[in-house]
């Protein structure tokens, strides 16, 4: 009996993706004598004993604590204790870490060193001996022996101070190095965008145009590079591992975009700093600056406060306290920031060349004032806007040589790489990000630098209070960046090794396949809004580009669309901004039990779509309605690994049923607008499922209406992994 309860209770917690990746490089047994939660033994062999039998969240942690045991018991020395003391509390904190992000806070821990572990501080020095009592029976090291030398123990606490941040499940380390906006609510297992850095294959997703929560494929290339990095922490060369890392990111993206090498890349933790990060060199020849920025209300927020050189947060992506407003020390003072707006009051798009002309103003009333011009144009918008016009901005950047800096901003990345060095050939620099269509974790930015802003390096030097968003490693090697930060930032090195294994997938897909395929996909889903009563198309043009062979980039692939008010009978009045926004967290919520029960599959449904963009309209409150947006990402393209087995058309259908299944699931919130409202519920992770009879009621859905033919082979995989060696009462 012991065996089977214990075998289907871990190929449910099995199927848990982040537990998936390490568990199959393991071989899992069951015997009911060992008196411990696991063992661990030599070539990752993991024995199970009777006490890990329980609730599937105290299983999932144990099993996670046993893995990284496993995994890191190779780099055990056969004659150093030290190593096992390392071993086992770096295992230990990463476990009690994942149970902090995976257990609701006021659920008793399964061990009572999780909280001392999970904690943002190392143990006393005090304690280590009497934590390690806990810990040493859980696994078989070479040369084990009880530990009596007092000198270990100070050792280990030297270590585990300098080593602490870093310990921890990927999931943890991702959400590091931003700001707030990446913590995770524990009411809702996801961050401020609404996803999550673990992967949640049974929700809808199409955020591109926002956020995307992780898949497995970028969880796997997060946590191989977070693996070798605990792998280094153990043996004392986490600087060497991060700064080759961090080399390894800049020159991967220095290939795809055709630069000639790494120092032509800055990395950031978002779009946002980014364009702090633009400024600093914008200032480097000495003028007084004026930003010009395109829409801002289209852009990141904290981008009106970067290009006036302020802080935009109040703490910074190194975590560091700032004040909100502040100028960041070494930035002008008499930096000026204008708009260049691209919609007027009704929320109608300006003519073309309404807005060019209004450019060309700016830009020549300022240079006359003696300043230098830093334009931003838009590739593109959050609702997928190229603007001000190139040619246009081409015959200007001509007309006043050395005097008009321009930057790009294509955070979207919704662009081929052929319009990335034709923008960097012309001079003009380039923002990218891995978090919008490549569907990388949130806070992965970078900027491209052309040559005649690379040069400026060698000037003078960047502002002094940059060093607290930014290190030397995510920079050129210069003078200008000496004054830089010497630390890492690890959180956004490991996002951005998540980020490249979506843009490696994405890469090995031909242009002309990923044309037709965003393509089908696009027009039954622009037909799918056409034809919904409740939704307002909102027209985008396409953008404007030159023609290239087998292009995908001049398709408009962020679908837009304004949502009918519930209590609207006559004519789409729209949703206005803030029950728009409500809207969209309910629609990321498990809303089945607001709803009769015949559509509670759909309610159920977690569905991430773009957040809303605030949109100009006469008829709102406040004068605004929002603006949902449903965007192709390049796993539309690419597919996740949970869609292995369809092949790329059945594939495509299940892409454009799931996306009418957002549409519908709108649809169904206005008709129960008022019953919902009233609950107010807020997004989840996962699903809520019913409790097994182990009394579990961990929101781990053991099935769903997305589940894909190879869910069966990943069973047969799972079960393969684990041999039964219950004795006894089996």
């Not at 995994?71 to 149970?99: C, D, G, Y």
């Not at 630390?487 to 980020?499: I, M, P, S, Y």
């Not at 290239?548 to 408009?556: A, E, G, S, T, V």
Request: some cysteine; charged content about 20%.
């Amino acid at each position: 009996m012991f065996a089977r309860n214990l075998t289907e209770t871990l190929l449910h917690v099995l199927d848990r993706p982040e537990l998936r990746l390490l568990a199959t490089e393991c071989r899992i047994t069951l015997d009911p004598a060992v008196a411990h939660p696991f063992h661990v033994r030599a070539g990752r062999q993991i024995v199970l004993g009777s006490p890990c039998l329980g609730e599937r969240r105290v299983v999932a942690f144990h099993l996670r604590h046993a893995l990284e045991l496993a995994v890191l018991s190779e780099e055990a020395s056969t004659s150093e204790s030290l190593s096992r003391l390392k071993i086992s509390f770096s295992a230990a904190r990463t476990a009690a870490r994942f149970w902090m992000l995976d257990a609701p806070a006021d659920l008793p821990a399964p061990e009572a060193w999780v909280r001392t572990l999970a904690s943002a501080q190392p143990p006393s020095r005090d304690i280590l001996p009497q934590l390690f009592d806990a810990l040493s029976p859980l696994v078989s090291l070479p040369g084990q022996s009880a530990v009596s030398d007092v000198a270990l123990w100070d050792d280990l606490s030297a270590w585990l101070i300098q080593s602490w941040p870093l310990i921890g499940p990927v999931e943890a380390l991702m959400a590091e190095g931003g700001d707030a906006r990446l913590n995770i609510d524990p009411r809702t297992g996801l961050n401020h965008y609404g996803c999550s850095h673990r992967p949640r294959p049974w929700a809808i997703t199409f955020a591109s145009s926002t956020a995307s929560s992780l898949s497995e494929r970028g969880f796997t290339g997060g946590e191989m590079a977070r693996v070798q990095l605990a792998k280094a922490v153990l043996a004392n060369k986490a600087p060497q591992a991060l700064q080759t890392l961090a080399l390894d990111v800049r020159s991967f993206l220095a290939e795809w975009y055709g630069l000639p090498g790494q120092d032509r890349i800055v990395l950031a933790s978002s779009g946002t700093d980014v364009a702090l990060a633009v400024l600093a060199l914008s200032t480097l020849p000495g003028q007084p600056v004026t930003t010009i920025l395109t829409a801002p209300e289209e852009t990141g927020s904290g981008v009106p406060l970067a290009s006036h050189g302020q802080h935009f947060a109040q703490e910074t992506a190194l975590g560091l306290s700032v004040c909100k407003g502040r100028l960041v020390d070494g930035f002008p003072e008499d930096t000026a920031c204008v708009a260049l707006p691209l919609r007027d009051a009704q929320g109608h798009l300006r003519p073309e060349a309404e807005v060019t002309a209004s450019c060309q103003s700016e830009v020549r009333q300022q240079l006359a004032q003696g300043r230098r011009v830093l334009l931003h144009v838009l590739d593109l918008s959050k609702t997928g806007l190229l603007a001000p016009d190139l040619k246009a901005l081409e015959v200007l950047c001509d007309q006043y040589p050395g005097q008009l800096d321009v930057v790009v901003d294509a955070c979207q990345a919704r662009l081929m790489p052929e319009r990335v060095q034709a923008y960097l050939s012309r001079g003009w620099a380039v923002m990218v990000t891995g978090s919008k269509f490549f569907t990388g974790p949130p806070f992965c930015g970078a900027l491209l630098l052309p040559e005649s802003w690379k040069a400026r390096l060698d000037q003078g030097a960047l502002p002094a209070g940059l060093a607290a968003y930014a290190n030397q490693c995510e920079w050129p090697a210069s003078l200008a960046c000496r004054g830089l930060a010497s630390g890492f930032n690890h959180g956004l090195l490991l996002r951005w090794r998540a980020a490249q294994a979506e843009m490696a997938a994405l890469s090995a897909i031909p242009s002309a396949s990923v044309a037709r395929r965003l393509q089908s996909f696009l027009a039954a889903v622009t037909q799918g809004i056409a034809a919904n009563p409740d939704l307002e198309f909102l027209p985008q043009p396409a953008p404007l580009r030159e023609a290239l062979p087998h292009d995908w980039d001049r398709q408009q692939t962020i679908l837009s669309f304004l949502v009918r008010a519930p209590e609207s009978t006559r004519g789409v009045v729209p949703l206005d901004l803030a029950r728009c926004r409500k809207l969209y967290q309910w629609l990321n919520a498990d809303l089945s039990a607001y709803v009769p029960q015949e559509q509670a599959a759909l309610a159920a449904l977690l569905c991430h779509i773009g957040q809303p963009v605030p949109i100009p309209h006469a008829q709102a409150a406040d004068g605004l309605v929002g603006a949902l947006r449903l965007s192709t990402g390049a796993r539309l393209v690419s597919g996740e690994p949970s869609h292995e087995g369809l092949d790329p058309a059945a594939r495509m259908a299940r892409e454009i049923q799931d996306a009418h299944r957002v549409l519908q699931k709108i649809s169904l919130i206005l008709t129960y607008w008022d019953r919902i409202a009233q609950a107010d519920p807020l997004p989840s992770y996962a699903p809520r499922w019913e409790p097994d009879e182990a009394g579990d009621e961990s929101n781990w859905p053991e099935s769903s209406s997305r589940d894909t033919v190879t869910d069966l082979q990943k069973a047969d995989a799972l079960r393969r992994a684990i041999s039964t060696l219950a004795l006894g009462g089996s």
